[in-house]
Nanobody, 126 residues
Framework: QLVESGGGLVQPGGSLTLSCAVS????????MAWFRQAPGKEREAVSC????????YYADSVKGRFTISRDNTKNIVYLQMNNLKPEDTAVYSC?????????????????????WGQGTQVTVSS
């Protein structure tokens, strides 16, 4: 089970940190990712951390603003979001893949992931 938290309403330029708590399995050997979906738009891959924690991927739209991290001791994955923009408004979901390593051509495909959370709403508005 994956449970996201930390969403909310924030002004443009503000920051939020999302958390995804994993239960039922040890995420040490899983690739973990964040996706988002805005109303009327397709789901978009945001960021990914492979099991080795050395391979990090980001969508171009969030590079330099978002940071993904994982704490395998707590079974939690985080998404630190800075300098938020109105276009970041979406439901953010975390996902887990049984593949320990996904390449830069694989990580952004939803079909690579086996488990999904319900999502947390992030709204960026003044």
């Amino acid at each position: 089970q994956l449970v996201e938290s930390g969403g909310g309403l924030v002004q443009p330029g503000g920051s939020l940190t999302l958390s995804c708590a994993v239960s039922g399995f040890t995420m040490t050997f899983y690739t973990m990712a964040w996706f988002r979906q805005a109303p009327g738009k397709e789901r978009e891959a945001v960021s990914c951390t492979n099991a080795d924690d050395d391979s990090l991927y980001y969508a171009d739209s969030v590079k330099g603003r978002f940071t993904i991290s994982r704490d395998n001791t707590k079974n939690i994955v985080y998404l630190q979001m800075n300098n938020l923009k109105p276009e970041d408004t979406a439901v953010y979901s975390c996902a887990a893949s049984g593949e320990e390593i996904l390449s830069d051509k694989e990580w952004n495909h939803a079909y690579e992931y086996d488990f999904w959370g319900q999502g947390t709403q992030v709204t960026v508005s003044s």
